[in-house]
């Protein structure tokens, strides 16, 4: 594929990959604990990817705080992020809340972006960024209306474990865009898995049994999660953020939810309701906003 049309398509393919984040969750659910499976994940992934960089003569930073920021840059990106998602939907949360909280990050990106970044937000991306929330708002508000009077104090603590992760995939994407900034993606992919696999693991290790119920659908998942999104989700997240401003990269997370909420009509069988149809159209005229240059 010529590299200028992939460039074009990387944000849609990107968007895409990362949507089923959520269903994935909801697949490994019943037969694993979820920083058990995430760290599985890390470690499976680190392997494959490093198999491959080995097979293609990928070269290897060699600069030790090179090597250091990359292995850094995994735990708020992966770690954070993935964890506070996955622990909070296999602790109750429902996914499209979650999907919600998520689309916060480019709001959180844009108000840190001019002391972070040193990048300039301009009035149409903020019109962007309000007018993609209020499109996510009206996707999602049927979930949040579905949950029954006195039951959201046993939601808050996976909300709270939920922001959390979005804050870390936020500061996990400044921190790449500043020091992570040169080096071959996939090895720089590696030592991110690797460094996420370090904080995952011996929390998991305390907190949980370690088991997983093996099965066709566990092994799918975990297919799935490494190939499809720890490799080629994050390996996009990286060539965006690496190609473009901060603000512009982040804005895609408004796609998520809408991508979420459909793949459960086709998937789950769930219905949308005209303001939901409606809701995403406005989601989608806001992230053209956020995500135009100048």
């Not at 708020?76 to 992020?81: D, I, K, T």
């Not at 990048?119 to 508000?141: D, H």
């Not at 991110?192 to 696999?197: C, D, K, L, P």
């Not at 401003?245 to 793949?263: C, N």
Request: net charge positive; charged share 10%.
């Amino acid at each position: 594929m010529d590299q200028k049309l992939f460039l074009r398509l990387a944000p849609a393919i990107f968007v895409l990959l990362w949507s089923t984040g959520w269903l994935a969750a909801r697949a490994a659910m019943p037969f694993s604990e979820p920083l058990t499976f995430l760290t599985l994940r890390y470690v499976v992934a680190a392997l494959a990817l490093a198999a491959i960089c080995a097979a293609m003569s990928v070269e290897w930073p060699r600069d030790r705080r090179a090597i250091g920021h990359a292995i850094f840059s995994g735990v708020p990106l992966h770690a954070m992020y993935f964890a506070g998602v996955w622990w909070s939907v296999m602790h109750g949360l429902p996914v499209a809340i979650s999907g919600l909280i998520s689309a916060l990050q480019p709001i959180l990106t844009a108000l840190l972006a001019p002391h972070l970044a040193d990048e300039k937000i301009t009035r149409s991306q903020w019109a962007g960024v309000v007018l993609g929330f209020t499109g996510i708002a009206m996707v999602l508000s049927p979930a949040l209306a579905a949950l029954p009077p006195g039951k959201l104090g046993d939601v808050l603590l996976p909300l709270a474990v939920n922001v959390g992760g979005m804050i870390g995939a936020t500061l996990g994407t400044f921190y790449s865009k500043r020091f992570v900034t040169a080096g071959d993606l996939r090895a720089i992919t590696v030592l991110q898995n690797v460094g996420a696999a370090a904080v995952t693991l011996p929390v998991a290790w305390a907190t949980e049994t370690m088991h997983v119920t093996w099965n066709l659908q566990v092994v799918l998942t975990l297919a799935w999660v490494v190939f499809g999104m720890s490799i080629g989700a994050v390996g996009l997240l990286l060539l965006l953020i690496r190609q473009g401003a901060v603000s512009r990269a982040a804005a895609l997370i408004y796609l998520m939810p809408p991508l979420v909420a459909l793949q459960a009509v086709f998937i789950l069988d769930e219905k949308l309701t005209v303001a939901q149809m409606i809701g995403m159209g406005v989601t989608a005229l806001g992230v053209a906003l956020a995500v135009r240059k100048g």
